[in-house]
T-cell receptor, first 113, second 111 residues
């Protein structure tokens, strides 16, 4: 399985600011996803990051709030814009192989004050 | 709306016993089924995949799939305290490549 790293691992940010989370994979992957996980909750898919084209967002998530870049097959970024305390969460990137098994990065714990 | 249902628990099992975790799904066209383990403060880790009806065994873990009943389960034999975690069921439905996630079952193995 792919080795996935995320940066930063955690951050504390002030409301109104933006944070960009990086996801790096050690091999080329076609499918890459960004999730949010609130404490004690399951995973919520934010968007699918498509290489060379715009990300596909799930209901309730918009590009202006969560812009995503996918410049190549090993890297993606998720920006959380104009943050509010409700954005405090763990943000996870994952990649999928041809059998649809998904593998996750270690996550970014975001606290907005 | 495609759904995956799990009992949130907690499910408490004595050490050495069999832990049984269950999951039902609504999309009859689903083809791929996954169990993930998530320790507190960590990201989900894939432990089992199953694609066809029947049982699939991997060490102390057995995944069971019954597509007619739209039911998938995970059995953990000889449960250990280190198995204490939240177990997430995920299903790839018909159509796109995304996974639909259950809410997870918290498993507690008591020494």
């Amino acid at each position: 399985s792919a080795v996935i790293s995320q940066k930063p691992s955690r951050d504390i940010c002030q409301r109104g600011t933006s944070l960009t989370i990086q996801c790096q994979v050690d091999s080329q992957v076609t499918m890459m996803f960004w999730y949010r996980q609130q404490p004690g909750q399951s995973l919520t898919l934010i968007a699918t990051a498509n290489q060379g084209s715009e990300a596909t967002y799930e209901s309730g998530f918009v590009i202006d709030k969560f812009p995503i870049s996918r410049p190549n097959l090993t890297f993606s970024t998720l920006t959380v814009s104009n943050m509010s305390p409700e954005d405090s969460s763990i943000y996870l990137c994952s990649v999928a192989d041809s059998s649809y098994e998904q593998y996750f990065g270690p996550g970014t714990r975001l606290t907005v004050t | 709306q495609k759904e995956v249902e799990q009992n949130s628990g907690p499910l408490s099992v004595p050490e050495g016993a069999i832990a049984s975790l269950n999951c039902t799904y609504s999309d009859r066209g689903s083809q791929s089924f996954f169990w993930y383990r998530q320790y507190s403060g960590k990201s989900p880790e894939l432990i089992m995949s199953i694609y066809s009806n029947g049982d699939k065994e991997d060490g102390r873990f057995t995944a069971q799939l019954n597509k007619a009943s739209q039911y998938v389960s995970l059995l953990i034999r000889d449960s250990q305290p280190s198995d204490s975690a939240t177990y997430l069921c995920a299903v790839k439905g018909s159509g796109n490549y995304q996974l639909i996630w259950g809410a997870g079952t918290k498993l507690i193995i008591k020494p």
